[in-house]
DNA sequence: CTTAGGG
DNA sequence: CCCTAAG
């Protein structure tokens, strides 16, 4: 039934949905308010509220058994979340609960606690399969706590936002959470509550707070001021914060049919209006670890989803609308756009759009990806949704590919359709295979080069014109090679032009002559005619030179792919260059620092 | 912007 | 070749 791990994520949102509105329509729909509090239970099975030098020992004590204690998922699973470290367990004994459950719980906990030895599958189907939880989860249960076991399922129909995931869960209520004014260990001990906390004397809501009471409740969790006025960011942080690692969801976004059909609507707007940032889409259906074949993904930056989140609060943050797009974040590198693309495309979201004009939200290995349809050198492809907003100077543009091919066209007159037909099925292949967008891209571009370019203005033509000639033909022209400036300004990525011999003697002349690093020195001395040669360049090629002259195997032919021969007395300047200028360079530097030191040092 | 270095 | 981090 659930079989197919990877529309778990999206059985898992039907689920919420159905629930939602269905066997739970008693309930507030979405905003069905839960809160948690740190309680200690008195003698008597009353709830005290818990003290400070409590939350302080409770902290303590969960530090201290962290490493060793195990994880006993079935009380957790009665919550609404649970915290990623540690165990309520570990400061609740199991008395506790059941004397909890006995004075404070009215029927229904009451009686899965009675019921407890009926059959797994006599509760799963009470519980009406809503959730597809996963096998593990039980086995779990039943090494564990074998009594207990059962209560979950039955639990989990009373408030079926659980989804549990290796100690970490996903709290898809929207406004839900902890007020205690305690910052973290509220969280932690939520889990050792009970599931229905909505009768608790004492109880605050978020929903119901006003920016100025979301305010404190935020200096109260994270200790710290904030100016932010955006009730969903603030309640999302202070969120987050109880939660403490736990990712929290920004909205309730529920899918169907791979359409998004509920939710949170500024969220969906957001979505839909491509500002989906960064952060909005690391907080999705996510989670940090994934022993149910959900794979969570790391951030890309390297970060947890603590430290990201740290990141962005700790910021002085100065939010203006209440849309949150305020959020100030650092600018997602080209880079990461690229490798996040690759990783989502490997993620296998592509999921074929019968109106390709169509944005949709689609699941993936329980996360939500907004993707649309793109086209991509006349076949259609869907990829992850990024705003076509340029906030930066454009990427190797997919439209630009396309305006790419025509101008080439153009130039070769007949292009076979055959080529273009050729490319294409590679093309979708790789698209859909592992190397995704970039490689696609890349593996287009290329090839367009190739197929295109080559013909118009190869290496043997360069190397036939004169580099003076060239020259003589003014330089202004930054190529007077054809169209190369149209196709290098469509493409966005500058037209790989292979280094002529004339340009490496020029190069090494030009090392020999102003010193290795004096690169805008010699492209302004050496390479003046050449201005489609940069500075960086120059480094690099130096830096090639160097590499393969170093290697001094390269003599005999292993070149063959068209690296172009480089003559041996030009290796052989480079490497006397190289030798004059590293290791001497670097003894001088070194006699220097000695030097210095010693003068420190008060010697001399 | 220039350099240096990693990708 | 591209991208970034440092000066």
Not at 324 to 332: M, Q
Not at 342 to 355: A, C, L, R
Not at 432 to 444: E, H, T
């Given at each position: ?103 404070e719980t009215a029927g229904p906990y009451t009686e899965n606690l009675n019921s407890r030895h009926e059959s797994k599958e006599e509760l799963m189907n009470g519980s009406q399969m809503l959730f597809a939880l996963p096998d593990t989860k039980f086995q779990i249960s039943t090494e564990l706590s074998g009594n207990v076991e ?128 960064e952060e909005t889409a690391t907080e999705s259906i996510d989670t940090p670890a994934s022993p149910d074949g959900i794979k969570g993904h790391s951030n890309d930056f390297g970060h947890s989803p603590v430290e990201t989140f740290v990141d962005h609060y700790s910021g002085n943050e100065d939010f203006e609308g209440e849309d ?61 949704y990024v705003s076509h907003v340029r906030r930066s100077r454009p990427r190797e543009n997919i439209m630009a590919l396309g305006e790419f091919r025509s101008k080439s066209w153009e130039v070769k007159a007949a292009p076979e359709e055959g080529n273009l037909n050729l490319s294409l099925p590679q093309l979708s292949n790789d ?174």
């Open positions: 039934m659930f079989g197919n791990v990877k529309d778990y994520g999206e059985t898992f949102q039907d689920s919420i949905f159905q629930t939602r509105n269905g066997s739970l329509s008693s309930t507030n729909q979405i905003g069905n308010p839960v809160t948690y509090k740190l309680v200690r239970v008195a003698g008597d099975g009353s709830l005290v509220p818990a003290t400070d030098e409590e939350m302080l020992e409770v902290k303590n004590l969960l530090e201290k058994n962290e490493q060793d204690m195990p994880v006993l998922p079935d009380p957790i699973q009665t919550e609404e979340y649970i915290p990623d470290e540690g165990s309520p367990s570990q400061f609740l004994q199991l008395e506790n609960f059941e004397g909890f459950f006995q004075s059962l209560v979950p399922s039955k639990v989990l129909l009373q408030e079926p936002i659980l989804f549990s995931s290796n100690g970490c869960s996903i709290n898809q209520s929207t406004d839900v959470l902890n007020a205690t004014a305690s910052p973290k260990e509220p969280a932690l001990s939520t889990a050792a509550s009970k599931p229905d906390f909505s009768r608790v004397p004492g109880e605050i809501s978020l929903a119901n707070l006003s920016i100025k009471e979301l305010q404190e409740t935020f200096r109260a969790t994270f200790g710290r001021e904030t100016t932010s006025k955006d009730k969903r960011w603030l309640k999302r942080r202070i969120k987050m914060g109880l939660i403490n690692s736990c990712v929290v969801p920004t909205t309730t976004l529920t899918i169907n049919d791979s359409k998004l059909i509920g939710g949170d609507q500024d969220a969906i707007d957001a979505f839909s209006k491509g500002t989906v940032d949150g797009s305020a959020k100030r974040v650092r600018k997602p590198t080209r880079r990461y756009i690229e490798e996040t693309n690759e990783k989502q495309q490997i993620d296998g979201s592509m999921i074929p759009s019968k109106d390709p004009s169509s944005i949709q939200a689609v699941s993936s290995e329980g996360r939500v990806v907004v993707t649309r349809m793109v086209s991509l050198a006349g076949s259609r492809i869907q990829v992850p698209v859909n295979r592992v190397p995704g967008v970039k490689s696609a891209s890349r593996c287009v571009q290329k090839e367009s080069d190739k197929d295109h370019l080559k013909p118009i203005f190869t290496d043997v033509d360069q190397e036939m014109m004169e580099p003076e000639l060239l020259d003589s033909s003014g330089d202004s022209s930054d190529d007077n090679f054809v169209d190369a400036p149209i196709t290098q300004s469509a493409s966005g990525r500058k037209l790989h032009r292979a280094w002529t011999i004339s340009e490496v003697e020029k190069l090494v002349e030009g090392v020999s002559k102003y010193g290795v690093g004096k690169w805008t020195e010699i492209k302004k001395l050496s390479f003046s005619p050449y201005t489609h040669r940069t500075t960086v360049d120059l480094k690099d090629k130096w830096r090639n030179l160097q590499k393969a002259s170093s290697s001094n195997r390269m003599e005999g032919g292993l070149k063959k792919h068209g690296s172009m021969a480089i003559p041996t007395h030009i290796m052989l300047q480079v490497r006397e260059l190289a030798q004059k200028q590293s290791p001497i360079s670097r003894v001088v530097s070194k006699a220097r620092v000695v030097k210095r030191s010693r003068s420190r040092n008060g010697f001399l």
